[in-house]
Nanobody, 119 residues
Framework: QVHLVESGGGLVQAGGSLTLSCAVSGRTFSSCVMGWFRQTPGKEREFVAGIRWSSGTTSYADSMKGRFTISRDNAKNTVYLQIISLKPEDTTVYYC????????????WGQGTQVTVPS
């Protein structure tokens, strides 16, 4: 099992920044690819970014490039998502996810953390 606990969400004014955290634990998380998704009620989940734990290699959805940065701290077993220049459209629930290297599906999910950007 891989256990994921998100934190860091909150209310931020448009143009501000926010960093979300995901505490990771489990037997084999070092072999995982970590990811961030976001989902608004009534819409499909949207991929934001991914990072391979072992190498730190990152990937981003094209629409997320420039304002979103994924990173990880090996010593703290934590994955981060930094968001800058926040927009009202960024208001939704953000989820930390994980998949095992070599698999195509993200199978582990945190409970989510709410980000709100007033218009």
């Amino acid at each position: 099992q891989v256990h994921l606990v998100e934190s860091g969400g909150g209310l931020v004014q448009a143009g501000g920044s926010l960093t979300l955290s995901c505490a990771v634990s489990g037997r084999t998380f070092s072999s995982c690819v970590m990811g961030w998704f976001r989902q608004t009620p009534g819409k499909e989940r949207e991929f934001v970014a991914g990072i391979r734990w072992s190498s730190g290699t990152t990937s981003y959805a094209d629409s997320m490039k420039g304002r979103f940065t994924i990173s990880r701290d090996n010593a703290k077993n934590t994955v981060y998502l930094q968001i800058i220049s926040l927009k009202p459209e960024d208001t939704t629930v953000y989820y930390c996810t994980a998949r095992m290297t070599g698999r195509s599906q993200y199978t582990y999910w945190g409970q989510g953390t709410q980000v709100t950007v007033p218009s």
